[in-house]
């Protein structure tokens, strides 16, 4: 199934999609992990806790509200976490900030990540997220391939983090991934295929909407 361009609809279309591909990507996994490895969704921590909504954009209402996948042993010790980016975890450099800020304590706590971001670098992460996670935790330069600026990062935390990056465009396979469980081991995360079966039972409005960029209009306009 190729990645769609979900920066050309409503965040709260991307929304209702993220969610449910975060539970479908759930479900697959706990078919192979480890028998005392869980995966489970859990609040992803949310953009400004204490802000008065009304001065939230929708994108980052939106981003507040997402869930993260939290990987657990013996359903307490958080081994590793997968983030689904958010149109509003890029809406200004705090929201980048809040982002970065997560990933990178998740990943000096030992705790392995993938990161996954459908959405094109912005203003404030002009080289795409990892690259702002990367200048905190790594060393080393980083550029897209060309015609690519979507990327899924798999980080293995030990005690130097690795980053292993894959990139790809609007219109390509989406690829399966790795989530370390340890340094030395991970299970293969079926993003393609989940992202197919998500696709698939979205109603049929919603998929003309995401592939055409508009929304429906009534019979009067």
Known sequence: ????????VPS???????????????KAINHILPEDHSALMEPSGGLYPSMDRGNLT??????????????KQRLSTTVAVIEIVSPGDKTDSAAVLKFVERAVVFLRKGIHLLVIDPFPPGEWDPFGMHKVIWNRI???DFEFLPEQDRLF???CAGKEVAAYV??????????EMPVFLTE???V???????????????????RKAVETGELPKFDDE
């Open 188 to 206: 293969t995360v079926p993003l393609g295929s989940t992202y197919s079966e998500t696709w698939n039972l979205c109603p049929a409005v919603f």
């Open 12 to 26: 709260g279309l991307y929304h209702h999609f993220r969610q449910c591909w975060a539970v479908n990507i759930s």
């Open 184 to 186: 030395t081991g991970h």
């Open 1 to 8: 199934m190729p990645l769609h361009d979900w920066s050309k």
């Open 58 to 71: 929708e994108d980052q209402i939106y981003a507040a509200k997402a869930n993260r996948i939290a990987i």
């Open 166 to 175: 894959d990139s790809l465009s609007v219109g390509q396979e989406v690829f």
């Open 138 to 140: 790594g060393d080393g």
């Open 153 to 155: 990062v798999a980080y």
